[in-house]
DNA sequence: ATGAAAGCGCTAACAA
DNA sequence: TTGTTAGCGCTTTCAT
């Protein structure tokens, strides 16, 4: 029972026919006449005959595969946007390899690896940090980037990451913070950079003052966020509102202020970035902005998809829209200062 | 400058041996002479060449990649299993395509469908779903699973469930706790049962009584648990200590009795299983039994590469410990009652 | 130590 | 509508 493999010869002994009718009925059907497709289709059922995708893929000259570049597997932001990537690519018989840039030693270098090993029919790039420099690789395929990144140099999928950060910084100053601060993501990474500026361009529309040392440089981990609340609970003169660039930062921020005796919104108004799941569990709730990440994945797909297939290099970037959602942790400022 | 990719012949020519001799220089190098070998590589760099992953794969009759398969790309628990499955793959040489089981329509099918196609040298299967019946296919690949899985038809790696539960329960009853409920997975998932006999056997040994209306059925999200909580709310007769059987649920949990106005641990003590990054974040911290995620990955890989390179198919399944986390939302429960 | 040659399993011209 | 045929790029006997 364990005999070997059927391949498309089996297949067209069975059916008594050739090769070449037999690949036709699988691949576009139409063009087979019903009775030798049904002959073919009872010969492909018992010899439970499945194409051999290696072998296809060699003489088409392409791989069937995706690669995706990102930074951390193991952060759940990036794998709901791979979920989103997933629900495109697997119903169009693309693979989807994941690789991840931090793992090995130099990140760019990781990039021009995939990018001239004709692994890929495409390549999907999840990481900020990359330098679009890396990019120049004569022959290389399709690439699409689901993060900001620098330039134009490849087709995105961005967010509306300033206007994102202009909801957080008008809903805190409608509650009547005057003093509002901003932790930020590492220094290098263009979310940072526009989600800053974001906040900047805001808080000098609203007529706000921008103190430098209420912005407070963390790296999107929970861990990070603690910290800022720890140097804010140092400060002599505190910010009354946050406007924090990850949900993650804000779960991290908003437990250690917790944990240090004081309350939210009470003591501290927060806005976080991203509308992860935990947001809505957290008591009091995580007021943030939503980014719709699976939809980013999903477009992000769809792009390379169309590149893939039309050869085009240049499609339009494409820009999510980005959703307030409203819940506890952002209130009135407190009334003693 | 963009021209076409090189391949091992433009090699051979251009190093003035044959094609057989670039292969070999490039898998074998001891096998060839100094001098051809400088030869080659001073040809392979001036060309650019890089093998051909497609026809190298077609030729060995191997694919070089391992599909995993798994129920939901979104969370973060595979995330972090993915993490650990990708730093053991992609050193060895495997790519690693991820397969969503829930995205199509029937899961077992879809598991059906990957042995069959000849697309990985191995699976990984972390869906404690899936039906092992599924698994009688001829000529499959090695498969390992990550996660319980209905008797002993595969290697497995898993995790001390029932001694998680158990130090869970004990924890509990240390702290004074008499009335203890638990919150499971979805009902036809092997996590689920184990933990709960786990639960169970645990409560047995120290005399406790086991209640079944203070057993509740979640999923394992944090929805679900936020349900439990409303639940529990509105029980009669409460358990004064709950162990849930994932950190999501409980962090859910948590959350909704907070937002009731009712505090952890003073009115409920709770335990999860996990320790999932947010479980130290949380105000207060949650008690929890840590799963090495990560390593639980590395090893399932490394099960499955030693399967793929000796064919051996048998390989002893491995147990990975658990660690008690004790943190605040446990304590002694309310006096009154 | 090296080369010649035979495919791996499939698809796509081109003919018939 | 179907069959014949020529590879896709590589690895691996088998000779030399």
Redesign the interface.
Known sequence: ?????ATIQDVARAAGVSTATVSRTLSKPAVVARTTRDAVLEAVAQT?Y?V????S??RRQR?G?VIVLLP?????F???I??GL??VL?PAGY??????TQ??PDPDQRLAHYL????ADGIVVLDGALSPAALSV??RPPVVCACEWMGDAVPSVRVENERGAALAVGHLARLGHRHIGHVTGPGDNVLTQTRLHGFRAALDRLGLPMRADWVLEGDFT??S??AAARAWLAMQDRPTGLFLSSDEMA??F???V??AGLQVPLDVSIVGFDNI??AQ?????LTTIRQPR?DIGARAAELLLGMIETGANDVPSEIIEVEFIPRSSAGAPPKVR
């Open positions: 029972m364990d005999r070997k493999v439970g499945r051999n995708a290696t072998a893929n060699l791989t595969s951390n597997l193991a952060n759940s990036f794998a709901q791979l979920s997933a629900s697997t693979g989807m390899l994941i690789a991840d793992s090995g001239s090993s004709g692994q004569p022959g929970m861990d966020g603690a779960v991290g908003m437990g250690e917790q944990r799941e935990i569990h957290l008591s009091p709730g699976t």
